[in-house]
Every structure is written in C-alpha cells, then in structure tokens.
C-alpha cells in the first residue's frame, strides 16, 4: 500500500471516529433537560437589560482602568529592571516576581482587606476600587515583563544612531527605543488586555453594590436568584462577544508584524 493511501485512510479513520463520537454524544443528551436548565427564555429576560447596561458596561470599564494602570506602572517597572542602578533592578525584580507568583484572586483580596486592617489605608472607589488596585498590580508585574522584552529587542543600531546625534540617554530611551519597543509589544498587550477581560470576575471577592457588578457577579446572582444556569450561559456568550474578536485581532497584528521584520 502507498504512503499517500495510508495517509488518506488513517485521516478517513480519524474523521469517523470523530463523526461517530459527535453522532453519540449527541443522541445519549437529554436535550430537553439541558434547555429547560441552561436556556430558558423566561429567565434570560429578566436578565436584560441589566446584564449589559450594568455588568457588561462595568465589565468593560474595569478592564480599560486596570490596563492603562497596569500599562503605566509596567512601563516603569520595566525602565527600573532595565536600570544600571542595581537597586532599582532588586526592587522591580522582586515586584515583578512577587505580583507574577501571587494568585491575582490574593492579590485583590489584599488590597480589599488586609491592607486596610493592617495600615488603615482606605482606596478610593471603596471595595470596587481596592479590587482594581489589586488587578493594576498584578497586570503591570505581566506588563513589565512584556514591554522589557519589547525594549530588549530594538536593534542596538537605534540607540547608537540616537547618541550619535547628541541625544542623552534618556532621551534616547523615551524618544526612540521605548516607542519601537511598545509597536512589538502590541499583540502580547492585546492578549494581556483580553486576560484582564476575564480576571474581571474575580472581583467579586472584593464585594460589589448593585450597580458595580460584573458580568461573573451578576450570572451568579442571577443563578441564585431563578435557581437556573440561564444567566451563566449569557454572561459566557457576552465575554466571547468581546473576547473572540480581540483574539482575531491579535492574530492580524501578529501577521502584520511579522511582515515588517
């Protein structure tokens, strides 16, 4: 038998067993059991329009603030490891790592409680907003790791060249290599800006009103409330609303990055 016959036969074997799995599942599920807990109309409407004027809309909001905090410190965190000063090297290597091995889920919980029992610090926005100063710390430790590697891989020809014309190191540093660093870094951030997305609901820890929730939070009441996975299966369905087409995005970048090397 031919290599190229074994193959078709061997991918033909593969696609039937699939077929044959997909046909079996389907026919041993109790279908209308599973509508009847996952899909009812009734209660996906007393859902809306809460479930996005408040949990998406909130969902969103946090993510975009935990970012751009978390893109601000992780820049700075980077420039300290990068740094010739070696104690400006120790102290973001040890926030680095502390932030990056620290559960994000302890991290929040930290900030909501044992830093205001321990030092009597209250952040601003109560709860929700120590919640968030938990999520900033944790992203910019991922940041920092990210953009120093962005930074790292700018040719040091630039940096010559820019010296070379009587710029300062400094200058150099935030005139020429960090704006290259930052357009390499562009598909890793927009994966990290999707991650937040999703480390979202782990503010629930931190406690929420009823105009504070996220999209986890809100399902979760909701399960509660109608004692019916409903709300779970619309808060899934709103996240890969926004997550699917960011990670086709990031796919696009990557392509378009590649091409410019």
């Known amino acids: 038998m031919r290599r190229s016959t074994r193959r078709r036969l061997y991918r033909g074997t593969n696609y039937a067993i699939f077929v044959a799995v997909v046909v079996l599942v389907l026919v041993a599920t109790d279908w209308e059991r599973i509508i009847n807990q996952f899909f009812r109309w009734d209660v996906a409407r007393e859902q809306l329009p809460g479930i996005i004027t408040i949990a998406l809309k909130n969902t969103i ?19 300290l490891k ?30 909501a409680y044992m830093l205001p029992i321990a030092l ?36 040091k020809g630039q940096a ?20 290259q660093g930052m357009r390499i870094t562009i598909p890793p951030m927009t994966n990290e800006f999707v991650l937040l997305l999703k ?48 990670t086709r995005l990031v796919a696009v970048l990557e392509r378009k990055l590649a091409k410019t090397r």
Request: hydrophobic content about 55%; proline content about 5%.
């Open 61 to 79: 909001l946090f993510t975009v603030i935990s970012f751009a905090g978390g893109l601000l410190l992780g820049v700075f965190m980077a420039l």
């Open 82 to 111: 990068l740094s010739s000063v070696g104690p400006y090297r120790w102290f973001a290597t040890a926030y680095i790592e502390l932030f990056r091995g620290v559960p994000a889920l302890l991290t929040i919980f930290a900030m």
């Open 120 to 155: 009597g610090v209250r952040v601003p926005g109560g709860q929700v907003g120590a919640g968030l100063v938990g999520l900033i710390l944790v992203a910019s430790a991922y940041m920092a790791e990210v953009i120093r590697s962005g930074i790292e891989a700018v040719p």
């Open 160 to 179: 010559e060249a820019a010296r070379s014309l009587g710029m300062s190191p400094t200058k150099t540093m935030f005139w020429v290599i960090l704006p």
């Open 199 to 246: 480390d979202t609901s782990l503010l629930f820890i931190a406690g929420s009103t009823v105009f504070t929730k996220e999209l986890t939070t809100f399902a979760r009441d909701g399960l509660t409330t109608h004692a019916n996975g409903t709300p779970l299966i619309m808060a899934a369905m709103l996240y890969l609303l926004v997550t699917i087409p960011l």
